[in-house]
C-alpha cells in the first residue's frame, strides 16, 4: 500500500514496531467539500482488537446519503475522529485481517463490509453465526447490516473483486426488496430511477424470477437504462401516462412528483408502493392507489432474519451476489486508482452528480 510502512508479521496477533495509517475525514459544517488527510499511527491490535488494511473500497451516492442522514443513523461516527468538529464518511470496502485474537479472527482472512476511507482501521470484533460483528460502543447501536464484516473468497486480483465490492451495499438491497416484491405476486413492476445500480440490480433480480419491469428514467439515461437488458419497458419521466400495467411501484429516484403521477395513472391497479430509504420524508399528496410504505435495508434484514433465519437470508445474498456480479461484469466498466488521495475527485464527482451509471471507480488506498 502506497505511503504505508507495515511492520509486523502474520504469524502473529498484534503488530509491533512504527508505522503510520492514513485516513480521510470531512469537516462536519461542509462535508461536500472535500477531505482532510489525517496521518496516525498505525493501529498494533495489542488492546485485542482487530486491525484490518483496507485493500479497496467505492464511493457511490449512498455515501452521500451517509452524511446527509448522520443527525438519525450517526454515521459519521461509526469511525469517530478525535476531532469533534470533523466526521469519517463510511464506505463499502474489503479489507484483510493483519493482527486479531486468533479466537476472533484468522489473520490473512479477507472480509467485506463497513470500512473508513483509510488505509488501516482498528475495531473491535465478536465472533456470530452471522459473520464478525463489531462491538465497538459508537457502532453497537446500529442494524447489524452496518455491523458485519463478512469474509471475501474472490481472488484479489481479478475483476470480480471490484465488482464485488461496487455491489457489497447493492446486493442485500436487491435480494431482500425483490424477495418482498416477488411474494406480493405482482406480474409488472414500476422502478424508477431506472439507470441507477441499485433500481437496475432490483429490476434484474425480478427479471430473473418472471416479474415484467418497466423502468422510468430520465430522457438523458434512457439509453443507459436500456443497454442494461433488465427492463421490459423504458419510459421517461414525462412519460408515466404510457404505462400500460403495474400493481407495484418502487420509488427509487425519492421523487414524490414521479410517485404521483404513477398512482393517478394506475389507480387502483396499484397495489403496493414502495419507497427506497426509510429516513427520507418524502409527503405524497392524497392520490389514488396504496399508502406509501417504506423499504430500507438494514431493518428489513432485521426483520427477514427473524421471520426466515440466517442461513435462508445468507443464501439469499449468496445467490443474488453470483447473480449480479456476473451480470454486472458484462456492462460495468471499473477504473482502479493507487493511493488513498484518489478519492477526493472521486468524490467531488458523485457530489456534483456528474458520475456515469455504467463506470464505477475503486480505489485501493
Excluded at 489525517?38 to 485485542?48: A, H, S
Excluded at 493482527?99 to 463490509?113: E, Y
Excluded at 430500507?296 to 426466515?308: F, H, L, P, S
Amino acid at each position: 500500500m502506497e505511503g504505508t510502512s507495515l511492520v509486523g508479521s502474520h504469524d502473529t496477533p498484534g503488530l509491533t514496531g512504527v508505522g503510520e495509517s492514513s485516513v480521510l475525514e470531512v469537516h462536519r459544517d461542509s462535508p461536500f467539500d472535500g477531505f482532510v488527510t489525517v496521518q496516525e499511527p498505525l493501529p498494533t491490535g495489542l488492546t485485542g482488537n482487530v486491525v484490518l488494511a483496507v485493500e479497496r473500497f467505492s464511493l457511490a451516492a449512498n455515501n452521500l446519503t451517509y452524511v446527509i442522514v448522520n443527525d438519525v443513523l450517526r454515521t459519521l461516527d461509526a469511525f469517530p475522529s478525535p476531532k469533534p468538529d470533523r466526521g469519517r464518511v463510511p464506505v463499502w470496502g474489503i479489507a484483510e485481517v493483519i493482527a486479531a485474537d486468533p479466537s476472533v479472527a484468522t489473520v490473512g482472512t479477507r472480509v467485506g463490509g463497513f470500512l473508513p476511507m483509510a488505509t488501516h482501521a482498528e475495531v473491535r470484533l465478536t465472533s456470530t453465526e452471522t459473520g464478525l460483528l463489531s462491538i465497538d460502543e459508537q457502532r453497537v447501536g446500529m442494524l447489524p447490516i452496518y455491523r458485519r464484516l463478512t469474509p471475501v473468497v474472490s481472488d484479489p486480483r481479478s475483476i470480480e473483486a471490484d465488482i464485488e465490492t461496487v455491489l457489497l451495499a447493492v446486493h442485500p438491497f436487491a435480494a431482500l426488496l425483490a424477495a418482498d416484491v416477488t411474494a406480493t405476486g405482482a406480474r409488472t413492476v414500476v422502478v424508477s430511477s431506472a439507470s441507477s445500480r441499485s433500481a437496475a440490480a432490483l429490476s434484474r433480480l425480478l427479471t430473473r424470477a418472471g416479474v415484467d419491469v418497466i423502468g422510468l428514467t430520465s430522457s438523458r439515461h434512457r439509453p443507459v437504462a436500456q443497454s442494461l437488458a433488465v427492463y421490459t419497458q423504458v419510459l421517461g419521466y414525462d412519460e408515466v401516462d404510457q404505462i400500460r400495467d403495474g400493481s407495484v411501484y418502487v420509488d427509487v429516484a425519492g421523487s414524490a412528483e414521479v410517485t404521483t403521477a404513477v398512482h393517478d395513472r394506475l389507480g387502483s391497479r396499484l397495489v403496493e408502493s414502495i419507497a427506497v430509504g426509510g429516513t427520507h420524508l418524502r409527503l405524497l399528496p392524497s392520490t389514488p392507489g396504496p399508502a406509501l410504505t417504506r423499504f430500507n435495508t438494514g431493518d428489513r434484514e432485521v426483520d427477514m432474519v427473524r421471520e426466515r433465519g440466517w442461513q435462508a437470508v445468507q443464501a439469499m445474498y449468496d445467490d443474488a451476489r453470483a447473480d449480479l456480479t456476473t451480470w454486472a461484469a458484462r456492462w460495468l466498466r471499473i477504473t482502479t486508482v493507487n493511493g488513498l488521495t484518489a478519492t477526493e475527485p472521486v468524490w467531488r464527482d458523485i457530489v456534483a452528480g456528474q458520475s456515469d451509471p455504467l463506470s464505477a471507480v475503486v480505489i485501493r488506498p
